[in-house]
Every structure is written in C-alpha cells, then in structure tokens.
C-alpha cells in the first residue's frame, strides 16, 4: 500500500499526508447513503462501484483499470459533465484530470474542475459523466460523488470506480464514404430557407457530411436546424428530413466549398433503417445497391 501511494503521489502532485487523509475521510463516509439524483427515469444512471473479487490481485486490477491509470499517468485532460442532485436535466460541462486511483478503495480523485465556479462546480452526490477521446473511440462512465476533499482551498472531488471501463467506437451507425465516381447530390434549405445544391462526402444513418460551393461561413451556426435535407438512395429511397448542424469549415483549394457535418432530425425510424440498410448492401456487394 506504502508502494502505491508513493506512485499516486508522483502522479497527482499532493502530498502523502493530503493522500492519507483523504483515504481516511472516505473510510469514514463509506457507509454513508447518498440521496439518489433523481426519481426520473431519463436521468443517468451512476455504473455500479466494483465489488472486488477476492481472487483479484492488485495486479489484475491494474490491468482492468489500465485505461485510467494510462490517463492519469499521462495528465490527460478530461470532459467532467456534472449532473446536479436536485434537477438531473440541468448539467455543466468542465475538464479535469486524475490525480489518484485507488483500487482497494474503489474510488478515483478527480482535481478541481475547469472553469472553476464560485462556491465549487459540484456537491456530494451529484453524477458525473466523465470521459475521453482518442483516435475517434470514446471512454465513458457515470459515477457519483462521494467525497469532496480540500487541497489549498481547491476542491478535490472523490468518484466512485465503474465496474468496467474502456474504449468504444463513437459513432453509433457505420459510415459510408462516397467518391467523385459515385457523387450524391442532395437537396437542401439553408437556416435562412436559401435553396442549396450539395455533395456528399460519407453517409450515416444519423447524418452526414456535404460540400456547398462558395463560402457560405456568414449563414452557419452551430446547432441551428435546416428545414429540408432530402436525397435519394439507389433509385427509389427518397430521404426528406431535417438536419442539424453539427460543425462546418471553409475549404479553398482545389475549389472554394464549404463542408458542412449535420445530423438527421426527424428521420423517422422506418427510413433510418432503411438507410442502414443500404449502407450495409453498398459496403458488402456495390452491385446489389446500384
């Protein structure tokens, strides 16, 4: 143990006296019943704390918990969403680091959040969503609050660890990119109902990314909707929806276009399969989506 906590010390910068006290403070709560979030249903659900396993030695632990360790060894910056205990729907997004993961306690010590916030950005019992990007997969959990601890007047906050953890591909429907030997055209309503001609760069069944000719920056925002997104798919799938607009840059050479990412917006879910599907055929056999 002595061991350990030499090596969190080195990573997270604290003392081993501010480390031993925080240990002793969540011995102390770790009977402590937390009011849950909330009663409502679509609110997050903390991952459940691990329940060691006695055959689990503090190597094989390391090793199913090697992710977080990697990213606290790193001082990689995370996304900390905070949802409050009282109104779950209401939530910040901040960036913290890790600052100790300790296994037998099963909990992980999360340095102050980014932008700080008068009065402290969270409170015990809140939920976390914490995660990370890398190479286009994403680590996710939620976890709750246990311990907010004090380090030079900055708060330290104490999660509980999942049962697992790891790096899953981000995008929840398989994409498909398209070429100039096989251009989709597709039809489209600016925020401002200017008519637009676009192309196709790739194709999901929850958006894609198009090319506009010209610069079209000025009449982009982010998260603003464009009322009509319609193409058509091998002949006789007609897609009509809305998009909304997830980023957008200017491009110059080898011709001035802007490309623009959206996502479908009240695609409903008959033709969302559909588009799937297609998807699946083209990438599988090019003859049978002709």
């Known amino acids: 143990m002595t061991i350990l906590q030499a090596v969190m010390q080195k990573f997270s910068g604290k003392s081993s006296s501010e480390l031993s006290q925080l240990a002793k403070s969540l011995w ?5 019943e937390l009011t849950p979030a909330s009663e409502n249903p679509s609110a997050p659900v903390a991952a459940k704390p691990i329940q060691l396993p006695r055959s689990l030695n503090l190597a094989e632990l390391s ?14 910056l995370l996304e900390v969403i905070v949802h409050e205990a009282d109104n779950s729907q209401r939530h910040q997004s901040y960036q913290s680091i890790i600052l100790d993961i300790n296994l037998p306690g099963r909990y992980l010590l999360l340095d102050d959040l980014f932008p700080s916030k008068s009065g402290g950005a969270a409170n015990l019992g809140d939920l976390l969503t914490i995660r990370h990007h890398r190479d286009g997969r994403l680590l996710s959990f939620v976890s709750r609050i246990i311990h907010i601890s004090y380090s030079h007047g900055s708060p330290c906050y104490a999660v509980e660890l999942p049962e697992d953890v790891g790096y899953r591909q981000r995008r929840l429907y398989p994409r498909m990119s398209y070429n100039n030997q096989q251009p ?56 009509s929806c809305q998009a909304k607009i997830k980023g957008f840059k200017f491009v110059g050479r080898p011709y001035r276009h802007t490309q623009v990412s959206v996502e479908f917006i009240g695609l409903n879910p008959q033709r969302r399969l559909q588009i799937q599907q297609y998807i699946n055929a083209l990438l599988n056999d090019p003859v049978i989506a002709a």
């Open 63 to 76: 090793q199913r918990y090697a992710p977080l360790i990697n990213l606290q060894a790193k001082r990689q």
């Open 28 to 32: 102390q709560d770790k009977g402590r």
């Open 184 to 239: 989709l055209t597709v039809r489209l309503r600016s925020p401002w109902k200017t008519p637009w001609f676009a192309t196709a760069h790739n194709l999901s069944a929850g958006g894609m990314r198009l090319s506009v000719g010209g610069n079209i920056l000025e009449q982009l925002n982010r998260g603003s909707v464009m009322p009509l997104c319609e193409f058509r798919l091998g002949g006789d799938l007609n897609i």
